[in-house]
């Protein structure tokens, strides 16, 4: 990649710069080697069934279209059945599928998918709202523009109540018609 922007590789500043990069990849990267199940098996018996949401979970990804980051976000919720699952596990989960070359919308969706297949809730959202570098420093150039996604199951996909109740929780009120679906 140096050799092909007219870098000379050998030169001071650059000369380490490829194994720099190959350690910084071993962490950006390190979610594809981790275990989404392992995280959210651990889990305590529980009454109620309400809501919980673990919200404004940061996290940073890689774009797999451009290599550039995207970060924000995510806020995941689900209706416990019987048991819950230690609250940072839930934002290790998030880490997990950030954690390598991904698209937004995939994320989100495997996010929901892990909640909901380890843990067995009654149902699960997954909110995730995020900053793509290739969208604001190249191309478009539309600094501060954000891409939200969603993705629910379960309860969540039939009960839009359940869904305005997750907005109103994130402080995002019931007026975006969009989210309703
Ligand atoms: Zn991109």
Do not use: N
């Amino acid at each position: 990649m140096l050799e092909g922007i007219g870098e000379d590789p050998d030169r001071e500043g650059l000369r380490e710069t490829p194994e720099r990069i190959a350690r910084m990849c071993e962490e950006l990267f390190a979610g594809r080697e981790a275990d989404g199940q392992e995280e959210l098996s651990k889990v305590f018996a529980a009454e109620g069934s309400q809501m919980v949401l673990e919200k404004d979970i940061p996290f940073y990804s890689m774009c797999e279209h451009h290599m550039l980051p995207f970060y924000g976000k995510a806020h995941v919720a689900y209706l416990p059945e019987g048991r819950v699952v230690g609250l940072s596990k839930l934002a290790r989960t998030v880490e997990i599928y950030a954690r390598r070359l991904q698209i937004q919308e995939r994320m989100t969706e495997q996010i929901a998918d892990a909640v909901a297949a380890f843990l067995s809730p009654r149902g699960v959202m997954v909110a995730i709202e995020a900053e793509h570098m290739c969208m604001t420093m190249r191309g478009v150039k539309k600094p501060g523009s954000r891409t939200l996604s969603v993705a629910v199951r379960g309860a969540f996909e039939t009960d839009a109540l359940l869904r305005e109740q997750f907005f109103w929780m994130l402080g995002m009120g019931t007026g975006a018609q969009g989210w309703r679906g």
